[in-house]
């Protein structure tokens, strides 16, 4: 536990530099194809699975906002049918400048993973984290492509822990300056 508050104090010293920016937009969704690097806790290798992540920002400054992240991933690895939810809240860092945006986010919430093979099917919600960051390329006033996204997604289902990477990539849409 003393490491995620090691992270954060990081995150938030890094926030420093980010009090200096003029304009912003106060909301931003975001929407694109992800891929999910799923790690089997030892049963396997690591699972590859395709889908979606979204966001909806609100920001309070020019640095800080609130960010909501959803995301679903389907698969069949191995004859193992997989679906994958995450539902994740938390803060974002962004140091906007003209030409891009970096930005840094601290998500916490809950995955959902079903699993179904011929013999049945399992199912299971568990506490999950998401740490990571991107870039995001502003086109428009209220336009943007975000270039990447990279999270680690640590979630915790049937008592082992997973380390998961996941990479998004997609639109932004910007709201009120």
């Known amino acids: 536990m003393n490491k995620y508050i090691v992270m954060l104090g990081i995150l938030l010293m890094a926030a420093l530099p980010?009090?200096?920016?003029?304009?912003?937009?106060?909301?931003?969704?975001?929407?694109?194809?992800s891929y999910l690097s799923v790690d089997t806790s030892g049963l396997s290798g690591r699972k590859s699975l395709n889908g979606w992540n979204g966001q909806g920002s609100?920001?309070?400054?020019?640095?800080?906002?609130?960010?909501?992240?959803?995301?679903?991933?389907?698969?069949?690895?191995?004859?193992?049918?997989?679906?994958?939810?995450?539902?994740?809240?938390?803060?974002?860092?962004?140091?906007?400048?003209?030409?891009?945006?970096?930005?840094?986010?601290?998500?916490?919430?809950?995955?959902?993973?079903?699993?179904?093979?011929?013999?049945?099917?399992?199912?299971?919600?568990?506490?999950?984290?998401?740490?990571?960051?991107?870039l995001d390329l502003p086109v428009g006033e209220h336009f943007g492509v975000r270039l990447a996204q990279v999270d680690w997604l640590r979630t915790q289902h049937f008592s082992t822990s997973q380390n998961n990477i996941r990479l998004s990539t997609g639109i932004m849409f910007n709201f009120g300056k």
């Open 58 to 134: 609100v920001n309070f400054n020019k640095w800080l906002g609130i960010t909501g992240d959803f995301g679903g991933y389907y698969g069949s690895p191995d004859n193992v049918t997989v679906h994958d939810y995450s539902f994740l809240f938390g803060p974002t860092l962004t140091y906007r400048t003209e030409h891009v945006a970096p930005f840094f986010h601290a998500l916490f919430g809950g995955n959902h993973i079903n699993t179904s093979i011929k013999e049945g099917s399992s199912g299971n919600t568990a506490f999950a984290m998401a740490f990571g960051g991107g």
């Open 18 to 33: 980010l009090l200096a920016q003029d304009n912003f937009p106060r909301g931003q969704v975001f929407g694109g194809y």
